[in-house]
Antibody, heavy 120, light 107 residues
Framework: QVHLVQSGAEVRKPGASVKVSCKVSGFTLSDLSMNWVRQAPGKGLEWMGGFDPEDSKTIYAQKFQGRVTMTEDTSTDTAYMELRSLRSEDTAVYYC?????????????WGQGTLVTVSS | DIQMTQSPPSLSASVGDKITITCRAGQTISRYLNWYQQKPGKAPDLLIFGASSLQSGVPSRFSGSGSGTDFTLTISGLHPEDFATYYCQQSHSPPWTFGQGTKVDMK
């Protein structure tokens, strides 16, 4: 059973970068398709990007292209999401989640979330 | 991008009520539709995938139906722990998109 544990809350100033980690247990990261979803305070869920097993590459939502990088360290089974040039609108809880791809494509499970606050 | 529209945005109900939430896709997505439950301060949990398949451990009072563009999530007999926000998500093609959510609160 996959278990995802994320790094702790972060505070950044506008223009800075943040890197959130997601540690996998119960499975090998290289066997999973890790994706990232964020949720601004009081708002809905927004997919940011992740590994697309159909094309065997990481894809990003157009909104975040050029500003986000998702990487993996398979030696430690840890996935990372780095977001650059932060602005106040990036204040949100960031979730890692596993994409199961196929006839029944779905996100499951989810990490506990990492609150990133962008404030001067 | 496939737009997902949920209704209603919120609803008030009582324990024991039967409720239905609808989700409409901006284009046909066959049965590639998932439902998630999110409680305050918690990550979303998968409830239903493939429009009608119940995730392991999810009570049978939850059910999903639909295909094409129109889908429903039904809770047959609300329990106190069911007061939460529910999201639909299309799993037809990336970018993966979610509905805006339906908050179910106590009447």
């Amino acid at each position: 059973q996959v278990h995802l544990v994320q790094s702790g809350a972060e505070v950044r100033k506008p223009g800075a970068s943040v890197k959130v980690s997601c540690k996998v247990s119960g499975f090998t990261l290289s066997d999973l398709s890790m994706n990232w979803v964020r949720q601004a305070p009081g708002k809905g869920l927004e997919w940011m990007g992740g590994f697309d097993p159909e094309d065997s590459k990481t894809i990003y939502a157009q909104k975040f292209q050029g500003r986000v990088t998702m990487t993996e360290d398979t030696s430690t089974d840890t996935a990372y999401m780095e977001l650059r040039s932060l602005r106040s609108e990036d204040t949100a809880v960031y979730y890692c989640t596993t994409l199961w791809f196929g006839e029944l494509t779905r996100f499951d499970p989810w990490g506990q979330g990492t609150l990133v606050t962008v404030s001067s | 991008d496939i737009q997902m529209t949920q209704s209603p945005p919120s609803l008030s109900a009582s324990v024991g009520d039967k409720i239905t939430i609808t989700c409409r896709a901006g284009q046909t997505i066959s049965r590639y539709l998932n439902w998630y439950q999110q409680k305050p301060g918690k990550a979303p949990d998968l409830l239903i995938f493939g429009a009608s398949s119940l995730q392991s451990g999810v009570p049978s009072r939850f059910s999903g139906s639909g295909s094409g563009t129109d889908f429903t999530l039904t809770i047959s007999g609300l329990h106190p722990e069911d007061f939460a926000t529910y999201y639909c998500q299309q799993s037809h093609s990336p970018p993966w998109t979610f509905g805006q959510g339906t908050k179910v609160d106590m009447k």
